[in-house]
Nanobody
Framework: QVQLVESGGGSVQAGGSLSLSCAAS????????MAWFRQSPGKEREGVAV???????AYVGSVKGRFTISRDNARNTVYLEMNNLKPEDTATYYCAAKDRDADWYRGGSWGQGTQVNVSS
């Protein structure tokens, strides 16, 4: 069974930083695309950042320049470094994994999430 476990969430003031980690098991990590999503109560889940098997990255416009996604294949871990946090970044952050041609929501694997709270 695939297991993704997020950690690193917490509460910070606006302008602060947090580092999230996602440890994966049950997959050949280097062969999977990895991503971070986030969701607030009553809102749709939003893709935040993606990193491909070759290291290519992409970000939603609202976090570009502030967040950095990275991966360590030797440790089966994906990271999200979040800087200059804003109150609108408050959400539950989820780690996800998928094969190249799979769909994130239909064919991906998901963690349980870690809470990030940013106060003004």
């Amino acid at each position: 069974q695939v297991q993704l476990v997020e950690s690193g969430g917490g509460s910070v003031q606006a302008g602060g930083s947090l580092s999230l980690s996602c440890a994966a098991s049950g997959i050949t990590f280097s062969g999977y695309h990895m991503a971070w999503f986030r969701q607030s109560p009553g809102k749709e889940r939003e893709g935040v950042a993606v990193i491909g098997t070759g290291g290519t990255t992409a970000y939603v416009g609202s976090v570009k320049g502030r967040f950095t996604i990275s991966r360590d294949n030797a440790r089966n871990t994906v990271y999200l470094e979040m800087n200059n946090l804003k109150p609108e970044d408050t959400a539950t952050y989820y780690c996800a994994a998928k094969d190249r041609d799979a769909d994130w929501y239909r064919g991906g694997s998901w963690g349980q999430g870690t809470q990030v709270n940013v106060s003004s």
